[in-house]
């Protein structure tokens, strides 16, 4: 047959006949396929879209998007002249010039290969800084600036209007402006002198280091500005966070200081660019660096001085493309079981159809057609199927994409319209992808089981049923093996997780090894998954038939017992529609599971940092308790004072607490380790020889320490001079272990009572001990009355001289969805809705492939007598329980499954640093429970729909014999 249009039409035209023939059949196949694309498809959108709203955030808030430096590096005023002779230039909103390394450089190459970089240590009149105590993730660095600075825009997007005092560094006076961050640590605030600050610049060259300082004496502090970092979190929360402290390069050349010809000789002067938006395409990502390089090329090409550009904007995308292809892998991780599940139901709907076309097939070989004939019908129907779903599961992916951006928790969405336009374009890779992988599980498919069919029937002709010899797995048990293995490997993890059993019998079942974790966590969930869908039918089969006779004694089914009876004896039809339930529910529940899981996380992560109704930090470290106590609305107050000690070598952080009120702060069961909070609260008591301590779990592990040693604490205090001093050791008591406590205390700390705290820095000579409710702090914990107008308390509060933040527990939890959750909660709900669409349509094309098979034998009862409700009530009894034990089965699976896969969210949260508490599993087990029974019902009425024909057929027509 030569090609034309008219045969492609003729052959698109049959094989649509061939699907409205048999829609019933294809239901679940072309299901399979919408879900599979919208699931593969969705995902690769919503990365898409992440990567390009991340991006274009790093445009929008970039200080400043190319810099220059001298290709032959000089004196700062030749870069001054370029920036005269760029004045006519339109694409440049403002320029300026630097002095200093916002970023470790690294020059030279090969064996020359070297770094560079400056640190600060500063020593002023109320702590030390120490150079180590700087850094805690965020890069420090010193910038050297001109006056004009202020009048850039590049200043508004460094410093803006999120300044205290003034940004006034004058020429050739020594002042400073820093970051709060910087402030907070060291006490400062504007107008206070900073007795020395030391500059020091660190070169590496041929394992060489070469240090050159700069010190600074008697720096007024001039003003202190706020800082917001866009940073992502986790591993990635480095690449935007800079904090920069202020000088005017005029100090460099007051002091004769040896940076000058060291910045002038390694190019570290250099003029900042920032560029006219509107002069640039923003929205495209790519024209826009093509656009910033063309002016960095430009700007080269036109200076009159050699220069070298670099693009800002770029270098910075480097991290958001590492973090986009990190999602992608994470989301199809964490979406796998729908995949699977879509997959699943795709060839479910291909076995079903080709089951039923038995009889169509018989004829079409009776009436001469062969093999590959019989074939290409299928194929092409199949074919027209997958294009058609392919097309619907796009369109239903950007929609999905959509639904995930906009989630803010599990089954909540804040839904914009506006942003939906962003969604509505076609992503030629997210479609391509879908295509292939969904196009090639439909080929192998239909290549694989239909010519498979079309060749077992040249022989079997139209036999109605047909012996299958049983799979490998099922003949050796396979399915059975990977659901014990699995199953122990479930049964270990809640026992570590929820109960705290480490060991059995004298064997360690802790996961703490890479081995178990591999083992347990990850070959476990696997095979208890895979072996709990693959055994499904033959548990579910087992099962029913000791459950048989306690169900066939309902009275429901008093009138149709037997018949019920004689149609459970034929199990082995739902086999495949028992592996489907098991596979939805499952996914159900782990989506639930998992999606509640993750608000409480959030929930418990709030109150664990927030400790109380309000937190408040204070500047300066000062009894505030007084003043806080005078607001109208609170009820209590308790500080946490803290210092510095050792226990041993170890540093760690001592608090204090008052145990009588303690109590109203937000406390977790697990807070502690064996006992209750209130138990640990009533246990530290000062009125002995030995004050008693909690000591922070990971703290003990690193001291070596249990309940009930004794441990000796050294504080770590600066005395009149600034020095600091290490006093003698005092020894207390280990009452308890902890893993957190309110105010965000962590495990590597020690908390203890104010008397105690109190006698820790009374060891050191000079200092005088106070009373209890006049100790020092800047972090107090609030308690409101039940009354209180928590808006006239935050005035209060507000008003408070030195306040420096308020946390408000309950507002914070209520803004928990405007926390960047990178498609997490949205990929839940999808993962939750797909599921259940696909029992459903499984459901609905099994029962009504089924009800059509036995039409005549609905018939035959109906002439014996049987009335149209006892049909219903048959076909309802004989699939009844076997769904009911599938959806149990599903629902058991899936609570392991949260269980196993908790500790890869665990893995991901903390990548993406999203806490530091432990994930611990919640279980909704009235929404699990209402899941299973919507499931159900929803099958039994797909169930009762399908046989409504078969009780209203044409009894003659069809008892008749052909």
Not at 561 to 581: E, F, M, Q, T, Y
Request: charged share 20%; aromatic share 10%; hydrophobic share 45%.
């Amino acid at each position: 047959m030569k090609f034309s249009i008219a045969n492609v039409f003729t052959s698109v035209t049959e094989s649509f006949s061939g699907i409205m023939r048999n829609r019933r059949r294809s239901m679940a196949m072309i299901s399979g396929i919408i879900l599979g694309t919208l699931i593969i498809s969705s995902i690769l959108i919503y990365t898409g879209i992440l990567q390009e709203d991340n991006y274009r955030s790093i445009i929008q808030s970039t200080s400043y998007e190319a810099s220059f430096t001298l290709s032959d590096p000089g004196p700062e005023n030749r870069l001054w002249n370029v920036v005269d002779s760029l004045e006519d230039e339109k694409r440049v909103e403002s320029m300026t010039v630097f002095g200093g390394i916002p970023f470790s450089s690294t020059f030279g190459d090969g064996e020359h290969m070297g770094r560079s970089s400056l640190s600060i240590s500063i020593s002023g009149d109320v702590k030390l800084l120490d150079v180590d105590d700087f850094g805690r993730g965020a890069e420090i660095t010193p910038l050297f600036v001109r006056d004009n600075f202020t009048s850039t825009s590049i200043y508004d997007k460094m410093i803006g209007s999120n300044i205290e005092g003034t940004f006034e560094l004058g020429a050739g006076l020594n002042r400073t402006v820093i970051p709060r961050s910087t402030a907070n640590r060291l006490n400062l605030e504007v107008g206070d002198v900073v007795s020395q600050m030391n500059i020091t610049m660190v070169e590496l060259r041929r394992n060489e280091v070469t240090t050159t300082e700069f010190n600074l004496m008697d720096i007024h502090v001039s003003g202190i500005y706020d800082t917001e970092q866009e940073g992502l979190g986790g591993f990635l929360s480095n690449f935007l966070r800079v904090e920069t402290i202020y000088f005017n390069t005029e100090v460099l050349y007051k002091y004769d200081s040896e940076l000058v010809p060291l910045f002038e000789k390694k190019g570290y002067f250099y003029m900042a660019v920032k560029i006219d938006q509107d002069e640039f395409t923003l929205e495209d990502t790519e024209t826009l660096n093509l656009e910033i390089n063309r002016l960095i090329n430009d700007i080269t090409d036109e200076s009159g001085e050699l220069v070298t550009g670099s693009n800002n904007v770029g270098n910075l995308l480097t991290p958001f493309t590492i973090l986009n292809y990190f999602l992608i892998v994470f989301d199809f991780l964490l979406v796998l079981p729908t995949v699977v599940l879509s997959i699943y139901l795709l060839i479910f709907g291909l076995d079903l159809s080709l089951e039923e076309r038995r009889r169509e097939i018989a004829i079409l070989k009776v009436q001469g057609a062969d093999s590959k004939q019989i074939f290409r019908i299928l194929r092409n129907e199949s074919l027209v199927l997958f294009l058609v779903g392919v097309t619907l599961g796009y369109i239903l992916a950007m929609m999905g994409a959509w639904v995930i951006s906009s989630s803010v928790g599990f089954m909540n969405f804040n839904l914009d319209t506006a942003y939906l336009a962003n969604f509505l374009q076609f992503d030629f890779w997210a479609f391509l992808f879908g295509f292939l992988i969904i196009g090639s599980v439909v080929l192998l498919a239909i290549r694989k089981k239909g010519k498979t069919f079309i060749e077992l029937e040249v022989t079997q002709a139209v036999q109605r049923m047909e012996w299958k010899k049983a799979g490998f797995l099922r003949r050796n048990n396979v399915d059975i093996i990977m659901l014990i293995f699995g199953g122990l490997c479930a049964l270990i993890t809640i026992l570590e997780l929820v109960f705290g059993i480490t060991t059995v019998f004298g064997v360690e079942l802790s996961l703490g090894t890479a081995f178990d974790v591999f083992v347990i966590g990850f070959l476990g969930t696997i095979f208890f998954w895979l072996g709990g869908m693959l055994s499904g039918p033959r548990i579910a089969k087992w099962m029913s038939i000791k459950l048989e006779g306690i169900f066939l004694r309902l009275s429901y089914l008093k009138d149709v017992g037997n018949i019920v009876k004689s149609g459970l004896k034929r199990r082995g039809d739902v086999a495949r529609l028992v592996v489907i339930i098991v596979l939805t529910l499952s996914v159900a529940t782990l989506a639930v599971a998992q999606g509640f899981t993750d608000e409480q996380y959030s929930i418990r992560t709030l109150e664990y940092e927030i400790g109380s109704d309000y937190q408040l930090e204070f500047s300066i470290e000062e009894n505030h308790t007084v003043l806080i106590n005078d607001i109208k609305g609170v009820n209590q107050v308790m500080a946490l004072p803290s210092l510095t000690a050792k226990i041993l070598s170890t540093a760690t952080t001592v608090y204090g607490m008052d145990p009588a009120i303690a109590s109203f702060a937000v406390w977790h069961e697990n807070s502690f380790e064996d006992i209750t909070y209130e138990e640990a609260l009533s246990t530290l008591d000062m009125n002995v020889a030995t004050p008693k301590v909690f000591l922070g779990t990971e703290l003990a592990l690193h001291v070596d320490a249990k309940v009930g040693d004794i441990i000796k604490l050294k504080a770590v205090i600066e005395d009149d001079e600034e020095e600091l001093v290490i006093t003698v050791p005092m020894e207390v008591e280990v009452v308890a272990l902890f893993d957190h406590a309110p105010g965000h205390i962590g495990s590597n700390s020690v908390i203890c009572t104010y008397e105690t705290f109190n006698r820790l820095k009374g060891l050191m000579g000079n200092y005088t001990p106070v009373l209890s409710d006049e100790l020092e702090a800047t972090n107090y914990l609030i308690d409101l009355g039940r009354d209180a107008d928590r808006k006239e308390v935050e005035k209060g509060f507000d008003q408070l001289e030195g306040i420096l933040k308020v946390r408000d527990l309950e507002d914070e939890k209520n803004n928990i969805g405007n926390q960047m959750n990178f498609g997490i909660p949205g990929l839940l709900t999808m993962m939750f809705i797909t599921a259940l669409a696909a029992s459903i349509t499984s459901a609905f094309a099994f029962s009504s492939i089924i009800m059509k098979r036995r039409k005549r034998e609905f018939a035959v009862l109906q002439t014996l007598g049987a009335s149209r409700g006892q049909v219903y009530k048959t076909a309802i009894g004989e699939n009844a329980l076997l769904m009911l034990i599938s959806v149990m089965l599903g629902i058991l699976l899936g609570i392991g499954v949260s269980y196993q896969m908790n500790g890869f969210f665990e893995f991901i949260g903390e990548i993406l640093g999203r806490g530091e508490l432990d994930r611990l599993v919640f279980i909704p087990w009235g929404t699990v429970l209402i899941i299973g029974l919507v499931t159900l019902a929803g099958m039994l009425t797909a169930v009762a729909l399908s046989a409504r024909s078969a009780a209203r057929q044409d009894l003659a027509v069809a008892t008749r014999v052909i």
